[in-house]
Every structure is written in C-alpha cells, then in structure tokens.
C-alpha cells in the first residue's frame, strides 16, 4: 500500500477496510457511493450485492458474528440507508460490530432538496454507536478509525455504527503528507486485566457458593476453553442463551439446559458473562431468581451491571478473568452442593432424552398437516457435527431451540428482528463454503427477505432453506384464539408454494407434506444446495413459547409464570 501519492478519498476508504482484513462487503449500488464501489471493485475486494439493503446489514451481522471480523455494509443514500434501519437496530441491540458506509448528497447541494437527501445520521442516531457525516477529505481516515472502533467495541460496548461521505468528498483527493499510516495499521483487539482484587473476592463468594449457576451471552463467545476450564474447577452447573448458544456443548457434565427454570429458581450465586440481563433473562429480577446473589463479568458496562448489581463485578475481558478465577479457585476448596448440580444434570438427561425420542414421532395435528418437530427429528439425522443452523421466526423459533442440538447457531435474538434467516444463512455458506448451513424459517419471517434467495443463487451461497410454512404468523393467531375470545385477525396467510418460488430463481426445490420423505429431502437439498425445502406443517402445535405466554406480553416479564411472581414480589 503506497501513500506516496495523492489518493481519493474513495480510494482511502478501500485502503482502510483492507488494512483491517475486509474481504467482503455486502450492499446494493448506487450513484452516491459509485466511487467507492469501482474501489473495492479494483482491489478484488468481493462484493455481495443484494436484493434489499436492510438484507446487506443482516448479512454483515451474520459475517461478524460467525468470523469475529468486522462486518461492512455499502448502501446508496436515501431509501438505500432508511432500509437498513431495522438490521441496524438489531446489530445494535444484539451487541455485533458492523459499519454501514451510506453514501449522501454532495455538499454543494445540502440542503436545497437534492435527490435522495434526507437526514440519516439524525435517524440512525438513536440505533448507533457513531453516525457521522465525514465532509472533510483530510480526515475521512480519522473518523472511519473512530467509527470502526465503536462498532468493534474498543473501550465501549459492540455495536452499529453508520458512516457516510457525500459523494464529491469521495471524488476529492488527499495528499500524501496528509495520509497517516497509523490509521491504515490497525491494532488488534485489547485485552482488559482485572484488579486483583474483584479477582480474590469473587473466588471468595464463589468457594462459599452451595449452588452456583454460570451464564453466558455475547461477551463470553471467544472464551470456549477458558469457560470450560472455569466450569471443571467451580462444579456450578451451566445454561447458555441464544447469544451463545454452542459455545459448551450439551454433552458437558454442567450443562442443564433442559431445567433452565428449576436451576434459576434454586441458584444461590449466578455468575453472568458477557450478557445484557434482558428480558430473555428476567431482568435478573429476585422473581425469578430469588435466592440467588450475582456475579458480573464483562468489558462494557452494559454486560457488567445493568439491571441487576453483582455482589462482585469484574471490567475485564472476560477470557483473562476467567482463567485468573479458575487459578484462584484451584488453591481453596469449594462448597458446591455436588449432590444438587448432579441431581440437575440427570434431569437435564433425562428430560433430553425424553424430548429427543419424542419429536421423531410428533403426531399431526387436527389438520392433518405434520408437526413441527417432525423437522428437528429429521435434521439430527443429517446435520454434520460443525453445521451452521439459522432459526428465523416466531412460533417454530420455539421448537427450534428444543429441537436443535447444534455448536454454530443463529437466530433472530433479542431484538425479536424476524426476516433474518435467508440474509444470515447467505453470509454464513459464502464465509463456511465446506459446512452445511441449514435456514429454518417460519413461512411469515421468510417472506420479510424471500427475495435474498435470488442471492444466494447468483452468488453460489450453497445453503439450505427450510420454510416452516404453517400459513399463519402463529405465535399470534394462537393468542388471539386462546385469549381473545377466537377472534384471529389479520394473522393468517396462504399455503403458498415456496418451492415453486424458489424454483423460478434456479434453485434446487421440493414441497414435502409426508414426514416419512423429509430425511431424503434434506440430503437432497445439502447435495443440491442452494436449495429451498417448503414443509408444510400444521397450526396446531403449541409451541412452548405460546404456552408460556411470550405473544401475550405480560405486564412486568415476557413469560407469564415470571410476570406473576414478580406480582407476587411487588405485592
């Protein structure tokens, strides 16, 4: 890379992402950000160019996640950026560094009314870490340094961050002397030590602990040896949330996964790592874990105290305090109540087992369409061990994390964000071209993005679309069935033809309504992928998401028996 010469601004913007090991981008052209796109072009940088650019943030969510890379995203400006408002929000609110790069009307012309000129850092501000208009070319490098470092989280929480030029800046050229190499030599990720002294008092409540659970989320995916060896040393039993999910394997002896409820109910210390006490995890409210002291580990304060303070709360990169806490804890004895956390694990086991028989024979239901565990039972027999699985929707979302026993997965997260299943499982087979990647998306999700399959065609992103077509948005019809006296509303849909749709782009399709075929037509579809498999399955299966009240929105909690404990609690 030579800075001998005056470059444009577009050409720094390359030079930039390529100095942070940016292989891909993933967007949709347009006139205002043409610059940078011939760029990229020019320096063999691919671009995955999409049908919708909302789909083109999901996707670099998706490639962040699954790599540990920075995610990029290139869209045009006006709608090309207020489509992408939702994906960032999720990228946001799921804690995932990805930069959008939205390109905006050149200076001259602000505001007079150019085309597409529309205030979108002021819209995107409230969904960011950064949202920025870089108007002047001598420090466009800056700033893009600045932005990237608040979406990868470099002394702050992870998350989005929106960068924009206006297109005659890009066209401007930067001299030499003006170009410093310090921003084209990225540093690696920092690494946060703890004080010692949280260090020894957290060992302390920990070795006092009778029955210790560790949790985890986002903060804690880089950590898989170090959390395993934290486990071994402490016997606390274990539960993961959808954020890190894989990160221990089910077969683990302290993982309990299948007792979630029983082991946040009788837990005296939780040690949280690296995750946002949400909703997903009751806020962390006494309700729902109500004997239990906390731990905090984390690197952003987010992770480390919102909602629920830890009796100890440690700021540090969560990999050094738990290999620190595992050396602490090895020189003193525990009080681990041995006889409950083996009592949970065998539960676990045995409730597993249960479950696991019992999908493979899932009878149909009152309509005669098959039942949605039909899939999962059909899916433990094909997917290799190091498959990517996507779930993507609301209802069949439940009976994916039943049903799903898998190390990589992804799903729609907190934010709820349903359409992501096509984007993700694009960025994950173009990034893991030799694993299977299987999407499993109910049919109402799968239509927010059914187009990005036409991607995947042109781009070769061998992966699997299973559409879970139940024609409903069922998680809701059941609601308004059970607790609206019957009156389902603008929540039901046709038993569309996804197969013949996804035909009419070249990809390999096939509808199954015969449980007895859906092995065969997953080998298939993995031997023909890209390819589409239209299941249709019944409405009539309750999900335990719908038996727990998740569509009803309780008042105080997302499920209903923790909304009324923390009645209870309040009252």
Not at 362 to 370: N, V
Request: aromatic share 6%; hydrophobic share 45%; net charge negative.
């Amino acid at each position: 890379m030579s800075t001998s010469s005056p470059r444009s601004v577009a050409e720094l913007v390359v030079d930039f992402l390529v100095a942070r090991n940016v292989d891909r981008v993933f967007g949709l052209q347009g006139g205002h950000i043409q610059p940078i796109w011939d760029q990229l072009g020019q320096r063999g940088v691919r671009i995955v160019d999409v049908r919708d650019e909302g789909a083109a943030v999901h996707m670099a969510h998706a490639h962040a996640v699954l790599t540990g890379q920075l995610g990029v995203s290139l869209v045009t400006a006006g709608p090309g950026v207020t489509n992408c408002v939702t994906a960032m929000a999720n990228a946001q609110l799921e804690r995932v560094p990805v930069l959008l790069i939205g390109g905006c009307a050149p200076r001259a012309q602000d505001d007079l009314g150019p085309l597409q000129g529309i205030a979108h850092t002021e819209i995107l501000q409230p969904v960011t870490q950064f949202s920025r208009t870089l108007r002047v070319a001598d420090n466009v490098l800056r700033d893009l340094d600045k932005a990237a470092s608040a979406a990868l989280g470099d002394g702050c929480t992870p998350g989005a961050a929106y960068a924009e030029i206006p297109t005659d800046v890009l066209r401007e050229t930067v001299p030499p002397g003006v170009i410093l190499e310090e921003y084209l030599s990225p540093r690696g990720p920092r690494l946060m030590y703890p004080d010692p002294t949280d260090i020894q008092r957290a060992a302390e409540v920990i070795g006092a602990a009778r029955r210790p659970l560790v949790m985890t989320g986002r903060g804690a995916m880089r950590t898989a040896g170090e959390l395993k060896r934290f486990l071994d040393a402490t016997r606390a039993v274990y539960l993961d949330t959808q954020e890190s999910r894989g990160l221990v394997s089910a077969d683990h002896a302290s993982f309990v996964g299948a007792v979630r409820a029983r082991a946040m109910q009788e837990a005296d210390l939780v040690i949280v790592i690296g995750r946002k006490l949400d909703y997903q995890t009751g806020y962390g409210s006494p309700a729902v874990f109500p004997k239990a002291r906390f731990i905090r580990i984390a690197d952003n304060w987010e992770e480390l105290r919102e909602n629920r303070r830890g009796a100890v709360e440690i700021l540090a990169s969560p990999v050094v305090a738990l290999a620190q806490l595992s050396e602490a804890i090895s020189e003193s004895p525990t009080s681990v109540d041995t006889a409950w956390a083996d009592t949970l694990r065998r539960e676990h086991e045995q409730r597993f087992a249960r479950y696991a028989d019992a999908i493979g024979g899932a009878p149909p239901g009152k309509d005669g369409h098959m039942h949605p565990n039909r899939i999962f039972a059909a899916l433990r027999e094909v997917l290799a061990p190091d498959a990517v699985v996507i779930a993507d929707g609301g209802d069949i979302l439940s009976f994916a994390r039943m049903g799903l026993n898998v190390s990589t997965y992804l799903d729609s997260g907190a934010f709820g964000c349903l359409g992501v299943g096509v984007p993700y499982g694009n960025a994950a087979a173009l990034a893991y071209p030799g694993r299977q990647v299987v999407v499993v998306s109910g049919d109402g999700a799968f239509g927010l993005n059914a187009m990005e399959i036409d991607s995947a065609k042109r781009h070769d992103a061998k992966a699997v679309f299973i559409v879970a077509n139940n024609a409903a948005w069922n998680i809701e019809r059941l609601d308004q069935e059970m607790n609206y006296g019957g009156r389902v509303i603008g929540t039901t849909l046709q038993y569309s033809d996804y197969a013949m749709m996804a035909r009419a782009f070249g990809l390999h399709a096939e509808r199954v309504t015969d449980p007895n075929e859906l092995s065969r037509a997953l080998r298939d579809a993995l031997a023909n992928a890209p390819a589409l498999l239209d299941i249709v399955i019944t409405q009539h299966a309750l999900s335990s998401d719908a038996g727990k009240g998740l569509g009803w929105v309780p008042d105080y909690q997302a499920l209903t028996a923790w909304d009324e404990a923390e009645r209870r609690r309040r009252s």
